[in-house]
């Protein structure tokens, strides 16, 4: 059931929070089209992937086993020459020749090391090979996503679970947005139970998109069943806090009816349905849901920023406030 995935973390230290936005120009649209892929893959895997099993980073890095692959990046567990283990996240080799493209995945462990929390998936290092292999070096997980954990049980998770994991997952939250982070692509798959019940956000590799304002102004990027109207509409200069309040509103929609807010069998049929359909409200999925868990979740889903959970710590209360009108107090994590 649970197994090895990935986490970052990076010693390289936090850079300057003077980020000066930068326009991406004509790599705009290679970023959002390889970005913005809607599923993290587990199989089957490219051949280019699993042509790097087995094969060394750097002279000191071999690559065990591929752990998932997504629109940027492909995902190993790894063993460094002296017997260390590591997830090493390696960038497609079509990306890894634009230096832009380059330089945001990079991004990835400064803002991830940033948050500054133990809930936050820490980036140890980065390097580029010999041959031109752009890779991160992160923590090793040993545990499974939320998205894993819910098709283990058949789609859907208990609402106790639920609430425990998201105050906690919020938590990190609060900290990335406190240092001015939004993460932009949570969802399911970027949450993570460790075997030893603690939880981890992973991949703040769109957090960096905020900075590219004025190349992806009217493109979306993102997961469709995730994104709130102004990320689906591409109107960054209006992706805030209350972006990634939505975002964690869905998730829990999810998490709780086995159900996307919009079922949509193509992309951009998805996209489509994130910018222009109002989420349903959890009472009217047909589950029999306790009051204070519905009126949480619908206003994590307002369409309009203004009406939603402020931020993410009013969020976190709410959720605190919910599991104590329904089930008393919070209770630990159950472990992966």
């Excluded at 089957?44 to 752990?67: H, N, Q, V, Y």
């Amino acid at each position: 059931m649970g197994g090895e995935r990935n986490v970052r973390a990076g010693p390289k230290g936090p850079r300057s929070s003077n980020f000066a936005p930068r326009t991406l120009g004509p790599i705009g649209s290679l970023l959002v089209s390889s970005i913005s892929q809607p599923l993290f893959v587990t199989e089957p895997f490219p051949p280019s992937a699993r042509a790097r099993l087995g094969t060394m980073l750097r002279g000191k890095w071999r690559l065990d086993e591929i752990l998932g692959a997504g629109g940027m990046a492909t995902v190993y567990s790894s063993t460094h020459r002296n017997g260390r283990r590591a997830a090493i996240k390696v960038l497609h080799p079509e990306l890894a020749r634009n230096a832009d493209m380059v330089e945001r995945f990079v991004d990835e462990g400064y803002y991830a090391n940033r948050v500054g929390h133990r809930g936050a998936v820490r980036v140890l290092d980065d390097d580029i090979d010999d041959d031109g292999t752009v890779f991160l070096v992160m923590e090793l997980l040993r545990g499974e996503t939320l998205e894993d954990r819910r098709e283990r049980h058949g789609g859907r998770l208990p609402c106790h679970d639920v609430l425990c994991i998201m105050e906690r997952a919020i938590d990190v939250l609060v900290a990335a947005h406190a240092k001015g982070i939004i993460h932009c692509d949570l969802k399911p798959a970027n949450l993570f139970v460790t075997e030893a019940g603690k939880v981890k956000v992973l991949d703040f590799g769109m957090a960096g998109l905020l900075e590219a304002v004025p190349g992806l102004r009217g493109i979306p990027a993102g997961t469709p069943p995730f994104m709130p109207p102004e990320q689906a509409y591409g109107r960054w200069d209006e992706v805030d806090a209350r972006s990634d309040v939505w975002a964690l509103g869905a998730t829990m929609f999810t998490l709780l009816t086995g159900q996307y807010l919009h079922e949509a069998p193509t992309y951009h049929q998805a996209l489509w349905a994130a910018g222009t359909q109002r989420a349903p409200s959890l009472g009217a999925v047909g589950i029999p849901f306790a009051p204070p868990l519905i009126a949480l979740v619908d206003r994590a889903l307002e369409p309009e920023p203004h009406l939603r959970w402020q931020d993410a710590a009013s969020l976190q209360t709410a959720v605190r406030n919910a599991w104590f009108q329904i089930h008393g107090r919070i209770s630990e994590v159950t472990a992966a």
